[in-house]
Each structure stands twice: as C-alpha cells, then as structure tokens.
C-alpha cells in the first residue's frame, strides 16, 4: 500500500509526463509548419512514448490500489526560435524530468516502498537514455549547423532516425 506522500509525488509524476508528451507534440506541430518533416516525426513519436511513460505509471499506482489523479496542465509554449532552439528546450526539459525521477526514487526509500522504488528503476534508466539522446541531436546541431543546407540534413538525419526507431 502506498503512503499519502507517495501517492500524491506518483500523481505530480504522471501529470509531468502528461505535459512532456503534449510537449513534445506541440514542438512537432511547430517544426512541421517550418518545414521540418523529418523533425515532426521524431517530436511526434517522441510524444507517444511519453503518453506511454505516463500510462505507466498511471497504472502502478491504480494497480497499488490508490486512486491515479490526472490533475490539470499547463498549456506548452507554441513558439521557438529555432530548431535548435526546440531541442535545447527538449534537453533541459529532460534534465529536470529527471531530476523529478531522482526525488521520487529518494522519496520511495524514505517511506520503505522497496516495490515502488523497483518500479521505479526503469525510469531512472530511460531517463538516462533520454539525457543522452538529446545530448547527442544537440552535438549534432552544433556540428551540422542549422543554416542553409545543414538544417537540411539534420532534419535528414531525424527522418532517418526515426525510421530506424519505428523499425
């Protein structure tokens, strides 16, 4: 049985993922209407895999027998500057997502939850990749550059990725 305090940072968990998928798919309505395809498909995916995030946590804790509370949202930015611009948001986004993660680790040894705190071991992990994904499009960005052709290829390359990831 989860403890109240537990309960509650779970539901700020699940309303966090929440807003990092429409997020994510609000960056890829931006770089679609700029042209960049290979981008809004990446951003897209991106998202449902935060959804995915999000469901799953959503069901630990109705599986716990607490009640998961969707609470509402904030509405994400529309406008970025750049390409660029949208994965440094991305990056620093992720970073605090983790941070988030961390808390409710820590939170979960605290209250002796050792159930929660394993469950919660796939997150750390996943947002490790995810820190080093978008780490990797950011050296990217800046080796390719975002002028001219090399925005071009980025945007190539994010096609391509995800391609691969469907695969």
Same mark, same amino acid.
């Given at each position: 049985?989860?403890s109240?305090?537990?309960?509650?940072?779970?539901?700020?968990?699940? =309303?966090?993922?929440?807003?990092?998928s =429409?997020?994510?798919?609000?960056?890829s309505?931006?770089?679609? &209407?700029?042209g960049?395809?290979?981008?809004?498909?990446?951003?897209? =995916?991106? @998202? @449902?895999?935060? !959804?995915? #995030?999000?469901?799953r946590?959503?069901t &630990?804790?109705?599986?716990?027998?607490?009640?998961?509370?969707?609470?509402?949202?904030? @509405?994400?930015?529309?406008?970025?500057?750049?390409?660029?611009?949208? /994965?440094?948001?991305? &990056?620093? #986004?992720?970073c #605090?997502? $983790?941070s988030?993660?961390?808390h409710?680790a820590?939170?979960?040894?605290?209250?002796?939850?050792f159930? $929660?705190? =394993?469950?919660?071991?796939?997150y750390?992990?996943?947002?490790?990749?995810?820190e080093?994904? /978008?780490?990797?499009?950011?050296d990217?960005?800046?080796?390719?550059?975002?002028?001219?052709?090399?925005? &071009?290829?980025?945007?190539?390359? !994010?096609?391509? /990725? $995800?391609?691969?990831?469907?695969?």
């Amino acid at each position: 049985m989860l403890s109240n305090k537990l309960i509650d940072q779970l539901n700020k968990q699940i =309303n966090l993922e929440f807003y990092s998928s =429409n997020l994510y798919l609000q960056m890829s309505a931006w770089a679609s &209407y700029n042209g960049l395809d290979g981008s809004a498909g990446f951003l897209r =995916n991106h @998202a @449902a895999e935060e !959804m995915d #995030h999000m469901h799953r946590l959503f069901t &630990y804790v109705s599986e716990t027998g607490a009640l998961p509370l969707l609470g509402s949202i904030e @509405a994400p930015p529309t406008e970025f500057d750049s390409i660029h611009d949208v /994965f440094e948001k991305i &990056y620093a #986004h992720e970073c #605090h997502v $983790t941070s988030e993660i961390n808390h409710l680790a820590e939170c979960a040894l605290d209250e002796k939850d050792f159930s $929660t705190f =394993n469950f919660l071991q796939w997150y750390v992990a996943e947002q490790h990749e995810e820190e080093r994904l /978008f780490k990797s499009i950011l050296d990217k960005l800046r080796i390719i550059g975002v002028e001219g052709t090399g925005l &071009y290829h980025f945007d190539q390359q !994010m096609a391509e /990725f $995800t391609s691969q990831s469907a695969a």
